[in-house]
């Protein structure tokens, strides 16, 4: 058996499940593009494809040195 698919899928839960715990930590204030009702529905919805959207466009930036 090959266990590629399986070690991508589990990635891709993990990815997900990490997302969707850095939103519920994160300020409604502090996020980019949407409010925080939207990004619920992204983020369930939207599963791997709504995580990478938050990861890159949602999250809070990190302050420059």
């Known amino acids: ?5 399986a070690v991508v899928g589990a990635v891709a ?7 969707l715990w850095d939103f519920t930590r994160t300020d409604g204030r502090d996020m980019r ?3 925080p009702p939207v990004w619920v529905v ?3 919805l939207g599963g791997t494809v709504g995580a990478l959207l938050w990861f890159f466009a949602g999250r809070p930036q990190s302050p420059r040195r």
């Open 1 to 5: 058996m090959d266990a590629g698919p």
């Open 13 to 19: 839960v993990a990815f997900w499940g990490y997302c």
């Open 33 to 35: 593009t949407f409010t």
């Open 42 to 44: 992204v983020l369930v």
